[in-house]
C-alpha cells in the first residue's frame, strides 16, 4: 500500500520551496540578520486565502508523495505556506505522512480526516478549530465520495468511470470496505488506491473552502454532527441518558458499529 | 472537556525554550550567520535518548496543557528537543493538541495513539515507523491501563485507587466507555480526566522506551498486531479471503465492533 513512498520524498519535502533570499537581506546587519531569521514561524500560522481547486489538484499529486494524511495537511498547508514564505515554508510536512492506511495499516482514522484536522489545528484553535472539524468530519462520513476528477492518473484509464460510496464512518477501513462494496475492486487495487487519491482531492479542496470561509467570517452551513449521532445522543450524551442507558462520548455514526444496539442490549 | 486549554497555553509553548545565543554567534560574518540560522532542523529529526520515567511525568502534566495527543507528543518529542537545542525546542509542539477526544470530541482515534504515532514519525520513516507505532497500538488494545502513578494530583484525593481496563480498541469512545464499565465513573468525571492523564503517561512512556531500544539498536519484542486481529486476518487479509468473505485492510481489534460477524453474515 505505501510502496510509492521513497525516503527521498520525505527528505526532500519542503526543503527547495521558498529559500531564504539572500540578496535582499545581505545589506542589513548582523544582528538585524539573527533576529529575523533566527525567529520561529508564529503559532498558530496566519491563514491567507487559497484557491480550492487548485488545493484539491495539489493534494491530490501529495498522494503519490506522502500517502492519504500527508496529501490532505500538505495540499492546504503548504499552499498557504508558500504564500506567507520563509520561514512557513520549512515546515517538516512530511511529518504528517505517518497517517496512511489508517496509521501503519491499522486501519483506524482515515488519514484524510486527521490530515485535515490537522491543518486546521494549524491556523485555529478552540472553539473555531472543533466547528471546522466538526464540519469536515460528518460531511466525510455522509456524503458519496469521491467526486474529484483528475486531468490524468497513472492508476486508471481515461473516462474511468469511478464509483462513489458514503463512507459512514471516519474509519479507515470502514471508508474502504463501503467503497469496495460498491466498486467490486479489492481493497488493494489500483482502482482503490486511485480512489483514495481522490478523496484526498475531495477532503483538501473541502477544508481549504471551509478554511476561507472562516478566514472572511462568513457563515458556515454545515452540519457539526451526522444524523445518526444527534439521534442516539439525545439519550446517549452527557446528562441526558436514560436509568441503566450508557452514557457515550462519541459524534461517529453509531449504527455504523452498533447496528442492532438497543436490541443487543434487551437480550 | 477542554476547558482547561487555555488560547494562552496553546500559544506560549515552546517560544522562550532554547532561545538563539546571540553571544557566540555574533563575531561571525552576515553570511555564516545567515546560512546557520536560516537553516531548517532535519527532518526526520535525528533521536536522543530519552529518561521513559521523566517522559512519563512531562506527559502527565502537559496532559492539562493541551489534551492526549498533546501530553503524548510533547512528552516525547519536547523531551528529544531539549536534547538537541534551537531550532528543535521551536517546533510548534501545540500543532498535536487537535487529537483530544478522539478529534473535535468525534470519539475516533484515542488521541495518545495519535500523538504517539505523530511522535514516532518525527524520528523515523517507512518500516521502523511502522513497527514501532504497530506495537503501540497492539499493545494499547491488549492490556490493562492506566498503570502510572503521579506523585500528586489536582483531580483525586492522594490514594486514590485508579481502576485499570483493557482498552480492546484504539479508538477514544471505545476506550472510555471500557474503563466508565470498569471503575464506575461517568464519562465527564473528575476521575475519567484523571484516568486519560495517566493514559497518556503510560503511553508516552512505553513509546519513550520503545524510541530508545530503536535508536540503541536493540531487537523490539512486542507484538506488531494483537491476537484477535491476527486470527481474523488468516481469512481475512489480502489474498487469503476465502470465497464470498470480505477482505479488510485493518488490525484493530475485530471483535470489539464486530462481536458476532459470522452470524451476522450468516443472517
Redesign the interface.
Known sequence: ?HKH?S?RS??G???GAGG?V?GS??A????T??SR??E??A??WPYREVDPAAVRNRAYISFDKGGCMFGVFEGIAASVADKLG??YT?F?F??????G?????????CGT??GA??A???FH??EE??RL??QI?AWYEENKLPTYVPAASSRVKSGFEMAASRPDS????VS??RW?GVSGF???SPERLERCARLVADVAGFAAELLNKSFRKEPLAGARIGEVAAGCLSCHA?GRQAPGE???????TCTT?H?DAHH?DKK
Chains 1, 2 share one sequence.
Open positions: 500500500m513512498l525516503r520525505f527528505l519535502l519542503g526543503s531564504f539572500l537581506v545581505a542589513a546587519g548582523p544582528k540578520l539573527l531569521s533566527a520561529p514561524p503559532f498558530p520563509n520561514p520549512n517538516p512530511a511529518l504528517s505522512s505517518y497517517g492506511g489508517g496509521i501503519a495499516s491499522w486501519g483506524s482514522l480526516c486527521n484536522a490537522m486546521i489545528s494549524l484553535t478552540g478549530r472543533t472539524t466538526q468530519f471516519v474509519l479507515c477501513h474502504i470496505s469496495t479489492a481493497s488493494y452527557q450508557p452514557e457515550t462520548v462519541s459524534r461517529m458499529c447496528e443487543q
